[in-house]
């Protein structure tokens, strides 16, 4: 196996030196660290002293040997191993409640035996998620804090232990890099903050060639699910939407009508987050109504 530590970008782009080369296939070992690019690790660490220029950083690039524009880079994630402890913040200015709270209120919470030890009453079980994971996009340079159709900082919890993500390639060797892992987040992060914590991920990463879809897509065992950004949140669930049609459309024999039906009847329309620039949403099909669907 693989292993890539201790090199961080802050941006998505075509311009980045890859730390790593490998095969289609690889399992590759990525050591990464928490959004604060582990700066907030102490009680005493305090968010007036982040640098603000080191935020969300991603491990990588990795390049991936025969991946060429118009393939896909399917990302499967075998294992999310836990730091010791980790980070949560809240407060004024920040996330959907930031203009109620005052001040800036940050807790360094242990992990014990599986579970987030928030306070001597409360015991949160972990449920470990990649934050920030995706490929450089071909032209433009995105911040690792910003998702958007090359992946980026989709915060989805569905990105966890099992689940494999396809990207469209854009440059040579896809470019792939991630990090930003949360130990447990809700759905919409609204305080603009999970779990943060540094972690080791195990990735498996393969090309798919000749193929192409319109967005991030995810897949586990249970479902097939479209992700889809922007800034305006009715625009995030339209394209998550459309998207999710035009993957069942090209896969499915029933007519259009149907599939919109189908998709009313038994698809799920989630928030991933609510707090970046960009809003993330996906939409979920159940396999067990879609067997027929494969990428």
């Not at 242990?110 to 934050?131: C, L, N, Q």
């Not at 060797?173 to 943060?196: N, P």
């Amino acid at each position: 196996m693989e292993v890539i530590s201790d090199r961080s970008i802050y941006k998505f782009s075509a311009g980045n030196e890859p730390v790593l080369q490998v095969p289609s296939g690889t399992p590759v070992r990525i050591h990464t660290k928490d959004c604060f690019s582990n700066q907030l690790r102490r009680p005493e660490d305090k968010m007036e002293a982040l640098d603000w220029d080191r935020i969300n950083p991603a491990t990588g690039p990795i390049s991936v040997e025969g991946a060429e524009p118009g393939d896909i880079l399917k990302v499967t994630i075998q294992k999310i191993e836990l730091d010791e402890k980790g980070t949560v913040v809240s407060g004024e200015e920040l996330g959907i409640l930031g203009g109620i709270l005052k001040d800036v209120h940050t807790k360094i919470i242990p992990i014990r035996d599986g579970k987030a030890i928030f306070d001597s009453r409360t015991e949160i079980p972990v449920r470990p998620m990649i934050g920030v994971i995706g490929v450089a996009p071909e032209r433009e340079e995105i911040n690792t804090g910003t998702p958007g159709r090359h992946g980026g900082n989709m915060d989805n919890t569905m990105v966890a232990e099992g689940a494999s993500l396809y990207f469209n390639v854009e440059v040579p060797g896809a470019l792939f890099a991630c990090g930003d892992v949360h130990a447990v987040m809700g759905d919409g992060e609204i305080g603009v903050s999970g779990l943060e914590i540094p972690a080791v991920i195990d990735v498996v990463l393969e090309v798919v060639k000749g193929k192409s879809i319109e967005g991030p897509m995810l897949e586990n065992q249970d479902c097939w699910s479209a992700i889809a950004s922007a800034e305006d949140l009715e625009d995030a669930v339209q394209a998550a939407t459309e998207n999710m049609f035009r993957f069942l459309k090209s896969r499915l024999e029933r007519e259009e009508g149907e599939i919109a039906m189908l998709m009313s009847l038994v698809g799920q329309l989630q928030f991933c987050q609510v707090v970046d620039p960009l809003k993330t949403v996906r939409f979920i099909m159940p396999k067990q109504y879609v067997e027929e669907c494969v990428l």
